[in-house]
């Protein structure tokens, strides 16, 4: 996922919001989000303190391209969980409850989930949007199915296949 993107979902704040504490545009935000322009190193420090964060860079695995779409897809959950925490939450919390039946296997990982979804928003988000082995492997049992609509998630699978044509 795109750094920029990353951190602008993680302090909750619009292209705008992010330009103004950066002392950037919003154009050249979007353009970094877009892909259309990379950010130095200097200028992602400088974007990340201006919304109380770190940049930490981290030597990864390769992400295979069901993790790159699942991450696009966590992305956009992501998104709408910052615009309606509550029902987003809510429905978290219902799909945990009914995979803890149906997928006992899965308990460590599922009781991780549940800390999350009780735990405070940014945190959340930053796993959901995280590449890194360990938010991987929880996002392979995701208990925010449903989250999106059938319509929202061919948006985000469209998006995704262009962006890996290119």
């Given at each position: 996922?795109?750094?920029?993107?990353?951190?602008?979902?993680?302090?909750?704040?619009?292209?705008?919001?992010?330009?103004?504490?950066?002392?950037?545009?919003?154009?050249?935000?979007?353009?970094?989000?877009?892909?259309?322009?990379?950010?130095?190193?200097?200028?992602?420090?400088?974007?990340?303190?201006?919304?109380?964060?770190?940049?930490?860079?981290?030597?990864?695995?390769?992400?295979?391209?069901?993790?790159?779409?699942?991450?696009e897809l966590h992305a956009?959950?992501?998104?709408?969980?910052?615009?309606?925490?509550?029902?987003?939450?809510?429905?978290?919390?219902?799909?945990?409850?009914?995979?803890?039946?149906?997928?006992?296997?899965?308990?460590?990982?599922?009781?991780?989930?549940?800390?999350?979804?009780?735990?405070?928003?940014?945190?959340?988000?930053?796993?959901?949007?995280?590449?890194?082995?360990?938010?991987?492997e929880l996002r392979q049992?995701?208990?925010?199915?449903?989250?999106?609509?059938?319509?929202?998630?061919?948006?985000?699978?469209?998006?995704?296949?262009?962006?890996?044509?290119?």
């Amino acid at each position: 996922m795109d750094p920029v993107r990353r951190l602008r979902l993680i302090a909750g704040v619009t292209q705008q919001e992010l330009a103004a504490r950066g002392a950037t545009s919003q154009p050249a935000i979007a353009a970094y989000e877009a892909g259309r322009k990379s950010p130095t190193l200097r200028t992602l420090e400088r974007l990340a303190r201006a919304c109380a964060v770190e940049v930490v860079v981290d030597f990864v695995p390769p992400l295979t391209r069901e993790d790159r779409r699942s991450l696009e897809l966590h992305a956009e959950i992501a998104a709408r969980l910052l615009d309606d925490p509550a029902a987003v939450i809510h429905r978290a919390r219902r799909t945990l409850r009914r995979m803890r039946s149906v997928q006992p296997s899965a308990a460590a990982l599922l009781d991780e989930w549940e800390r999350l979804v009780d735990g405070p928003l940014p945190e959340l988000v930053a796993v959901l949007t995280d590449a890194r082995p360990q938010a991987r492997e929880l996002r392979q049992v995701t208990p925010f199915a449903g989250v999106l609509s059938a319509r929202e998630r061919a948006v985000v699978y469209r998006r995704f296949q262009r962006a890996e044509s290119a």
